[in-house]
């Protein structure tokens, strides 16, 4: 691994007046080092992301950074100016500048480097000793670590030489005021309290190599000089490593400090949270804490998470492979149902409106008559039908972005599209999908010369995963796979009898068992999949995964409504929208009621699905729109029966819950939740 930075990339004497003729003075050592590719290319890359946001900091720094492409290694310039540049600090003007260049695929060990230098300055020993240093190999050395501070500092002398600094930056740390009486009268929080203040952080910046890391430095000082405990999670270049899930769960707030989104949000949900920029975090650290935790004593809170499936609860990136494999599928499904919705919704109208033989209306870009209904049914059709026709490729796309992120990409789309092209449908774009992200995964871990590493996301990656992708698809397993679901789509046309009403047993019980987790999304994938490709058979599975699919939460709500003392006043309230949620087919509007209860909850429900999956398929049902509930049941074959198979499961699932709740409660035993105080009387609580 080459260095980091070198004397040669090293101004103690720099003469530029203004932040972009400092960039292009450090720019040019990195060219003259071989660090950089293209001058121009990379100024530009540097000026964009100064564009974001000015990269000035209280106490004399600026640090201009980018990712680009130009970039062969990560590199540091550093250029120290005696009158000052202006990058955009509040205190004003910079005297110490560093350049940071990355390439767009930088290797960790550098990476995590630039995040500990980050860090560094943060701390004014270490930024006095560059102010001091008298030759580039020992500032070089400074910043890379080989020499510490409090070394440079011995050898240089005590006082840093001027630098047009204010004097007050070259003395040693003040030590901090006497308290006031106010600040060191007793703490008003109750004398039990065992434990500090307990707050989680997370930072993050558009590039992840200076502001995030630096960020977190202060925070955690800031911190310690509260006497709190203070944990953060930096999310940036050098990796992102998540906290302990038992630290946020103890946590009494939360403080975001970033520029952008914070990844797995909702982890944090439901606690007291300041959320501002990066830069904030940097410069306001100790009125941050200051903040939350005045939010914490009013009781201020975020909005509670979205609850998880029972089944799905726990995951975490440590699971095995069959969880990540489960992860990956099902963020292709999720970014897939948009497609679905639209796509689907459109053609189901269009049928609507234009019959049954609308798919056989001539394109509405040659032929369109505006006062024509058909025309319109034919425009919608016609839409729809492009719609849909990324469903394959989107799948196949995010499947890889699930396991190799954005290089994944490309080889995703490309052999979902293939998939499309020799007829192997969404089962082809399943496993296009799962090829494709382990095709990246095995070329990101090939060692890669430096030069070679700028260019190996934009180029290299997306060249050779697509070939081999699309050798596979096109030579290999894509003819078998085509051949299968072919066979699938045969056989479900052909179902009749008692096998349509068993696989409308297995999809109801699907849809049920976790209630919007990967079994629901399976059955559900499956069901959309065959709208690709319309015939009676897909159409009734369709009909069949829908109506069991609205199941759960219509009957929880019928549950609350008929026998409201067996539920707390909480899953009451839940009930009532449980109607709209169930009527829209959200299944996930059961979930509060079973992650509350699901030995009792989730079998009723279970139970109900397979008799209205089986009732749908025995009774012909069919359903060309891939979602919508009760408001496309005009577009559903036997509609009434339709409506009879969902009143039947939810009356079974309703009456079960009922059942098995109500054994939960012996005749004289205390109720497992909450009590809850009749109106009128005064509930007291004696503490022992």
């Known amino acids: 691994m080459s260095e980091l930075i070198t004397a040669e990339l090293v101004d103690l004497g720099l003469s530029a007046e203004t932040k972009e003729a400092a960039a292009r003075s450090l720019a040019e050592r990195m060219v003259a080092a071989g660090r950089v590719t293209d001058l121009e290319g990379f100024l530009a890359d540097v000026a964009a992301r100064e564009a974001q946001m000015p990269t000035g900091l209280d106490g004399g720094i600026g640090i201009p950074h980018c990712r680009s492409a130009h970039v062969t290694e990560p590199t540091l310039a550093f250029g120290r100016s005696a009158s000052g540049i202006d990058f955009g600090a509040p205190d004003g003007p910079a005297d110490l500048i560093f350049l940071i260049a990355a390439p767009t695929g930088g290797d960790a060990d550098h990476l995590t480097i630039l995040a500990s230098l980050a ?30 501070a409090a070394e440079a500092a011995a050898d240089e002398g005590a006082k840093p030489e001027a630098d047009g600094k204010p004097e007050a930056e070259a003395k040693p740390e003040t030590p901090a005021p006497t308290p006031s009486p106010e600040s060191s009268a007793p703490s008003p929080e109750p004398t039990t309290a065992a434990r500090p203040f307990r707050i989680v952080a997370v930072t993050s910046c558009p590039t992840g190599i200076a502001h995030t890391y630096m960020a977190a430095e202060s925070l955690e000082k800031a911190g310690k000089a509260a006497g709190i405990e203070l944990h953060v ?37 439901g606690k007291p949270t300041v959320d501002v920029g990066v830069k904030a975090g940097i410069n306001r650290a100790a009125e941050l804490i200051t903040e939350v935790r005045a939010k914490a004593a009013r009781g201020d809170a975020s909005a509670p998470a979205r609850t998880a499936a029972p089944m799905d609860k726990g995951s975490d990136e440590a699971d095995g492979f069959g969880t990540r494999l489960r992860k990956w599928l099902m963020t292709g499904v999720s970014y897939m149902v948009p497609f679905v919705a639209a ?29 024509d209904s058909t025309s319109w049914a034919a425009l919608l059709f016609q839409v729809g039908g492009v719609a849909f026709g990324f469903l394959v490729p989107i799948l196949a ?37 799962l090829l494709a992200g382990a095709v990246v995964m095995a070329i990101q871990r090939v060692s890669i010369p430096p030069v070679l590493r700028g260019i190996m996301p934009v180029v290299v990656i997306p060249l050779i995963s697509s070939a081999v992708v699309g050798f596979l698809m096109f030579l290999v397993i894509g003819k078998p796979v085509a051949a299968l679901q072919k066979a699938l789509t045969d056989w479900l046309s052909g179902l009749s009898g008692a096998n349509a009403i068993i696989l409308g047993v297995i999809l109801g019980l699907m849809m049920c068992f976790d209630l919007g987790g990967p079994l629901n999304k399976v059955a559900y994938a499956f069901a959309v999949g065959g709208l690709a490709n319309p015939n009676e ?73 397979a008799v209205t999956g089986a009732l749908s398929m025995a009774f012909g049902c069919t359903l060309r729109a891939p979602h919508g509930g009760i408001f496309v049941v ?13 009143a039947a499961g939810t009356c079974v699932t309703t009456a079960l819950v009922i059942l098995l709740k109500g054994l939960r409660k012996s005749p004289g035993a205390p109720s497992t939740g909450p009590a809850e105080t009749p109106p009128g009387e005064t509930k007291v609580t004696v503490a022992a």
């Open 119 to 148: 860090r560094h300055l943060m701390d004014e020993t270490f930024t006095g000793a560059l102010r001091s240093a008298t030759e580039p190999a020992r500032a070089a050395a400074l910043i890379r670590g080989d020499e510490s």
């Open 233 to 269: 999670e930096t999310q940036g270049s050098a990796g992102f490593k998540r906290l302990d899930p038992q630290l946020v769960a103890d946590a009494d707030g939360v403080i975001f400090a970033h520029d952008v989104e914070v990844r797995d949000k909702d982890r944090f949900a």
């Open 343 to 371: 796509g689907g919704l459109l053609i189901a109208l269009a049928f609507a409106i234009g019959g049954y033989t609308i798919d056989k209306a001539p394109s509405v870009a040659e032929h369109f008559v505006w006062t």
């Open 397 to 433: 796309g995010f499947i890889a972005y699930g396991m190799a992120d954005r290089p994944g990409l490309v080889p995703g789309f490309v052999g979902g599209a293939i998939a499309l092209t020799i007829n192997a449908g969404f089962l082809g774009g399943l496993i296009a999908g």
């Open 537 to 609: 058979g897909s159409l009734k599975v369709m009909a069949a995964v829908m109506a069991a699919g609205m199941v759960p939460p219509l009957a929880m709500a019928l549950a609350t409504t008929v026998r409201g003392k067996l539920f707390t006043k909480t899953e009451r309230e839940n009930g009532k929208a449980a109607w709209v949620l169930g009527a829209s087919f959200i299944t996930e509007g059961a979930i509060p009621f079973a992650a509350a209860d699901p030995l009792r909850v989730i079998p009723s429900a279970m139970a109900g699905g």
């Open 634 to 646: 005009p577009l559903i074959g036997q509609p009434l029966l339709y409506l009879v198979a969902i």
